[in-house]
């Protein structure tokens, strides 16, 4: 079982419709990471948050808007999706201290997202 | 821009043999070079990772050799087992005060057959 837990495991939704996507990490790490995956590709960054703060934005449209409530917490909220972005969507986390930790970071098993 | 080449991008290994994967990178600022591990459905699990000042690291079947004049790495599987079919993606990290950057290869699916 993974340390990084994602919820739901499998959204669908409408074109229309808001959703939020969660993930809950208790490795007492403090960077938390959104990634987009498409099928046979790797992972490609979306955000990352450090200490709670917004830290990258990698040009990411706006009807995807993440928050982190807590250190313990990160959110990604859905708005008018299109059917492109339908993808496994993936949390991580790594160890925040001193330059990033030393260790690589770990993911959560994803959100299926499908939009009709 | 692809900072990280790997290859194959399919591999078919017989049951007990020797499966080997291998990156090339062009960015000496790299601080850490990971192995992920994907089954579908899951999210990457991190298999096993090298320093740049290490040429070799083994964790029990899986080997990862480092050649840093030649910016090669490479993941060695002994002994391949089906449960092994997955995919393989290399990766290189850039750390940054409070996170960490990954470039990621572009992955290797692996079959191992009976």
């Known amino acids: 079982d993974t340390e990084v837990t994602q919820t739901p495991k499998h959204l669908v939704m409408g074109m229309t419709n808001k959703k939020s996507l969660k993930c809950e990490q208790h490795?007492?790490?403090?960077?938390m990471y959104w990634y987009k995956q498409k099928a046979k590709k790797p992972p490609e960054l979306m955000f990352v948050?450090?200490?709670?703060?917004?830290?990258i934005n990698e040009s990411v449209p706006s009807r995807f808007s993440p928050e982190c409530p807590n250190s313990s917490l990160l959110n990604l909220h859905l708005h008018a999706l299109q059917p492109e972005d339908s993808a496994l969507y993936l949390c991580?986390?790594?160890?925040?201290?001193?330059?990033?930790?030393?260790?690589?970071?770990?993911f959560g098993d994803g959100t299926r997202l499908s939009i009709l | 821009q692809q900072q990280v080449k790997q290859s194959p991008q399919s591999l078919i290994v017989q049951k007990g043999g020797i499966s080997i994967i291998n990156c090339a990178y062009e960015?000496?600022?790299?601080?850490?070079f990971p192995w992920y591990q994907q089954f579908p459905g899951k999210g990457p699990a991190l298999l096993i990772a090298i320093r740049p000042d290490v040429s070799e690291k083994k964790e029990g079947r899986f080997t990862i050799s480092f050649n840093k004049s030649a910016k090669q790495f490479s993941l060695h599987i002994m002994d391949s087992q089906p449960g092994d079919s997955a995919t393989y993606f290399c990766a290189a990290l850039t750390f940054s005060w409070g996170y960490q950057k990954v470039t990621f290869g572009t992955g290797t699916k692996l079959q191992v057959i009976p």
């Open positions: 490795m007492g790490h403090r960077a």
């Open positions: 948050y450090s200490y709670e703060k917004l830290s």
């Open positions: 960015n000496t600022a790299f601080d850490y």
């Open positions: 991580a986390s790594s160890q925040g201290s001193g330059r990033g930790g030393n260790q690589p970071q770990h």
